[in-house]
């Protein structure tokens, strides 16, 4: 079992939807992050989070929006999403300053 | 930028092999580098980490060797199981846990 839990496990929207993923840890870390990753591709970053900050934003297009609503919550707010935008998205947390990044188990995002 | 790459992309073996999976890096400047194993459809489970001072890590039956001069970390596992099938990323990190940038990945099959 992982020690960061994601939900929902699996979400299937259309283009017109408003959806949230959400992220939870309880490990005290203090950087979290959302990661995309198409299949038979590896994780690619989105948004990196410190102490509840946004410190790092990927270009990602804003129809992806996130927010760290405290140190133990990560939320991805989906809007006008593309079907190309369909795939695992990951979070991950870590204590920081080169620490290990431990993964949740990922939310499965098809847009139909 | 930093560019991670893994070789093989798949590899299968029978059990009791011991193996060597290999990644390479092109910044030299490279601040740690993580091992993980991906189940299918799973998030990732972080197996090594290797800090930029240290040139190997243990952890049972796993060994990661970092080499920055020459841009090259491996993964050895002794004894593979059938349990050990997954896919393994390798992922460098230039920012001291914030900017992790994958390997494609080796997708390890073993056979009973």
């Known amino acids: 079992d992982t020690e960061v839990t994601q939900t929902p496990k699996h979400l299937v929207m259309g283009m017109t939807n408003k959806k949230s993923l959400k992220c939870e840890q309880h490990?005290?870390?203090?950087?979290m992050y959302w990661y995309k990753q198409k299949a038979k591709k590896p994780p690619e970053l989105m948004f990196v989070?410190?102490?509840?900050?946004?410190?790092i934003n990927e270009s990602v297009p804003s129809r992806f929006s996130p927010e760290c609503p405290n140190s133990s919550l990560l939320n991805l707010h989906l809007h006008a999403l593309q079907p190309e935008d369909s795939a695992l998205y990951l979070c991950a947390s870590s204590l920081g300053g080169g620490s290990p990044l431990h993964f949740g188990n990922g939310t499965r995002l098809t847009v139909t | 930028k930093q560019e991670v790459t893994q070789i093989p992309a798949a590899l299968s073996v029978p059990e009791g092999e011991n193996l060597v999976l290999n990644c390479s890096f092109t910044d030299s400047a490279i601040y740690n580098l993580q091992w993980f194993r991906q189940d299918p459809g799973k998030g990732l489970t972080s197996l090594l980490l290797i800090q930029s001072s240290q040139r190997e890590q243990t952890s049972g039956r796993l060994n990661a060797s970092l080499d920055k001069s020459s841009g090259r970390s491996t993964l050895y596992i002794a004894a593979s199981q059938p349990g050990d099938s997954a896919t393994y990323l390798c992922a460098g990190d230039n920012n001291a846990g914030n900017m992790l940038t994958f390997g494609g990945g080796t997708r390890l099959m073993v056979k009973p």
């Open positions: 490990m005290g870390h203090r950087a």
């Open positions: 989070y410190s102490y509840e900050k946004l410190s």
